[in-house]
């Protein structure tokens, strides 16, 4: 009997210390990493592209690329260039040979923190084929891919800005007629 009593006094107060532990003043639940006033941005949705007409010679700008010299000369077609209700800006490019021997392709720059491309199509023969299933990728430094860089980082993007320029200030730039104290995004002297 003693041993029942003993054993009934050790459950009640096993309740009551249940009951004391939901009363508990302290919080034991972690914080949430961010305020519950953020709210998550909606995530970035591609816009549908519709392939540019072939691009003809009178509307070519050459892009002058920094660095060694490259075995290409690159132009740009004026006429294709737009920036997308996605803000992604796209251009026809035109890589020239020493040869004469052309390149096409229609591709297209995000202007995110490091920069991003995708190759849209590729010509031939006055006629341009899409590419399915290619992805944006992130603009490397290769030399071979240094008009990229260029394009992204002199003239297309408002420098720490990460959003794309106006298309008649990407034609100027690309023509030499903006400052390149302007393009890199400090104050001109």
């Known amino acids: 009997m ?3 009593r003993t054993l009934i006094a050790c459950l009640l107060l096993g309740l009551g210390s249940t009951a004391l532990l939901a009363d508990n003043a302290f919080v034991t639940d972690p914080e949430p990493d ?12 591609e816009a549908s592209v519709e392939l540019p007409a072939w691009p003809k010679d009178d509307d070519l700008v050459e892009l002058v690329v920094d ?4 075995p290409f000369r690159y ?16 251009y026809t490019l035109v ?3 020493r040869n004469g021997a052309r390149n096409v392709s229609v591709e297209g720059i995000r202007c995110t923190p490091k920069g991003r491309y995708k190759i849209f199509a590729y010509g031939s023969g006055n006629r341009l084929d899409r590419l399915e299933g290619s992805d944006w990728q992130p603009i490397s430094s290769d030399p071979g891919a240094r008009y990229r860089q260029d394009l992204w980082r002199h003239h297309f993007c408002i420098p720490r800005g990460f959003k794309p320029r106006p298309e008649s200030d990407m034609i100027r730039s ?3 007629r903006i400052p390149p104290g302007q393009n890199m995004g400090f104050q001109a002297d």
């Open 2 to 4: 003693r041993h029942s």
């Open 34 to 45: 961010v305020p519950a006033s953020v709210r998550p941005g909606t995530p970035w949705q």
């Open 67 to 70: 660095g060694p010299p490259s």
């Open 75 to 90: 132009f740009v077609d004026a006429r294709s260039l737009r920036v997308g209700p996605d803000g992604a800006v796209r």
């Open 95 to 97: 890589a020239e040979g």
């Open 174 to 176: 690309l023509q030499g």
